[in-house]
């Protein structure tokens, strides 16, 4: 079946600190890939997505790239913030259904 | 702007205790979920809710059952508590082909 693998964390990280969080993903088909992101105490929110290979989803200064060839989608971010401390799930769907595979989620803390 | 509302935040059972879990949304989506969300293990999709009237198991189903009440509403109840089943739960929606919104979640410990 369908499958996500995140880099474990936690990951703890200065302020302005370059940020990169790795997925990546066993699937058939072409997937669409994303990224969620979980403050504390909230539920998930939709941080960026892309739907086809060679896409760039990009959001709040975060950017993934689709890479068919090595099956990946990893999180960037250049200067990260103590706001930007929190919970990242990388997710796909497959065969135009909505339901959700996620990885197992990398806590990021960022240290003024 | 309501989105996704989960109820209650919090609950402590006992072993072989019931309950049910409410969520609601007011986006007029179709779709709606139930996962739980333990450490290291990232989300499971325990039932899904396609549309108003239908249910499937997801990843996780065993020791839950669901109810979709109508199009706003999609229930889940714990017949039987385990401490397996502390977690947090969340509830999702979606409409076709657009990403899911979720509750802020139901923190459940079972001892």
């Known amino acids: 079946g369908d499958s996500v693998t995140q880099m474990e964390g936690p990951v703890t990280l200065s302020e302005e600190a370059f940020l990169t969080i790795n997925c990546t993903y066993t699937?058939?088909?072409?997937?669409?890939l994303f990224w969620y992101v979980q403050y504390p105490g909230e539920g998930l929110q939709l941080l960026l997505k892309?739907?086809?290979?060679?896409d760039k989803g990009s959001n709040k200064g975060f950017e993934a790239t689709y890479r068919k060839e090595t099956t990946s989608f990893h999180l960037e971010k250049g200067s990260v913030q103590v706001s930007d401390s929190a919970v990242y799930f990388c997710?796909?769907?497959?065969?135009?259904?909505?339901?959700?595979?996620f990885g197992t989620g990398t806590r990021l803390t960022i240290i003024p | 702007n309501a989105g996704v509302t989960q109820t209650p935040k919090f609950q402590v059972l006992k072993t072989g205790q019931s309950m049910t879990l409410q969520c609601a949304q007011d986006?007029?989506?179709?779709?709606m979920y139930w996962y739980r969300q333990d450490p290291g293990m990232g989300l499971r999709l325990i039932y899904y809710?396609?549309?108003?009237?239908?249910?499937d198991k997801g990843e996780v189903p065993n020791g839950y059952n669901v109810s979709r009440l109508n199009k706003r509403e999609f229930s889940l109840r714990l017949e039987s508590a385990a401490p397996s089943q502390t977690s947090v739960y969340f509830c999702?929606?979606?409409?076709?082909?657009?990403?899911?919104?979720f509750g802020n979640g139901t923190r459940l410990t079972v001892t």
């Open positions: 999702a929606s979606s409409a076709q082909g657009s990403p899911l919104h």
């Open positions: 986006m007029n989506h179709n779709s």
């Open positions: 699937a058939t088909g072409y997937p669409s």
């Open positions: 997710a796909l769907t497959n065969f135009g259904n909505e339901k959700l595979t």
């Open positions: 809710s396609a549309s108003e009237g239908t249910t």
């Open positions: 892309a739907t086809k290979a060679d």
